[in-house]
């Protein structure tokens, strides 16, 4: 069946740049949008944005500007980067299949980033 | 932003307990409304989808309802899988927005 893998560096130092990849496989997710969410430690739920199937998207402002949601291969892989992070950005961060209608379905198991020097 | 309001943020209750979670938004999300059920380590996972739809393959007990700004989750008879972390999400508007969350423990 259909999975999602977040992959990228567990560690990232302040002022630079946070990149990660969503790896779609098992199945197609194509007429799917993709969603990014993260989890500070110990923390709730925090949507981030997202990219249609066409390549537009839409961004929480919370972030002032400082995220890029893209499609980096049809249907296979997504890519996240948050630049100038610091460690209010240390998460958990999620990829999910998204609906047109707009529902996370199907979640990749999370991946950790620290921002530390 | 669609702020959005969970209570409680703990329930303690027993196995085969009735039991409701509420999620309030700061606005009318009209039924794009989704719940969400979290195990520690876990990724979430969608329970509930428009208001009160049945995801594939969650268990009837779970119910959902509600419309506007007022909404619930209903466990109809906990089961030792249901002590988890439930959140609600609006999608009616960007950004979508998630409530603080609901730790349901055992009593």
């Known amino acids: 069946q259909v999975q999602l893998h977040e992959s990228g560096p567990g560690l990232v130092e302040p002022s630079e740049t946070l990149s990660l990849t969503c790896t779609v496989s098992g199945g197609s997710i194509r007429t799917y949008h993709l969603t990014w969410i993260r989890q500070s430690p110990g923390k709730g739920l925090e949507w981030i944005g997202e990219?249609?199937?066409?390549?537009?998207?839409n961004y929480s402002p919370s972030l002032n500007g400082r995220v890029t949601i893209s499609i980096d291969t049809p249907d296979i892989q997504f890519s996240l980067q948050l630049t100038s992070v610091t460690a209010a950005d240390t998460a958990v961060y999620f990829c999910?299949?998204?609906?047109?209608?707009?529902?996370?379905?199907?979640w990749g198991q999370g991946a950790l980033v620290t921002v530390s020097s | 932003d669609i702020q959005m309001t969970q209570s409680p943020a703990t329930l303690a209750a027993s196995i085969g307990d009735r039991v409701t979670i509420t999620c309030r938004a700061s606005q009318s999300v009209t039924g794009w409304l989704a719940w969400f059920q979290q195990r520690p380590g876990k990724a979430p996972h969608l329970l509930i989808y428009k208001t009160s739809f049945l995801e594939r393959g969650v268990p009837s007990r779970f119910s959902g309802s509600g419309s506007g700004t007022e909404f619930t989750l209903t466990i109809a008879s906990l089961q030792p899988d249901d002590f988890a972390t439930y959140y609600c999400?609006?999608?009616?508007?960007?950004?979508?927005?998630f409530g603080e969350g609901t730790k349901l423990e055992i009593k």
């Open positions: 999910a299949r998204t609906s047109v209608a707009g529902e996370l379905d199907l």
């Open positions: 990219v249609k199937d066409s390549g537009s998207t």
């Open positions: 999400q609006q999608y009616q508007s960007f950004p979508y927005t």
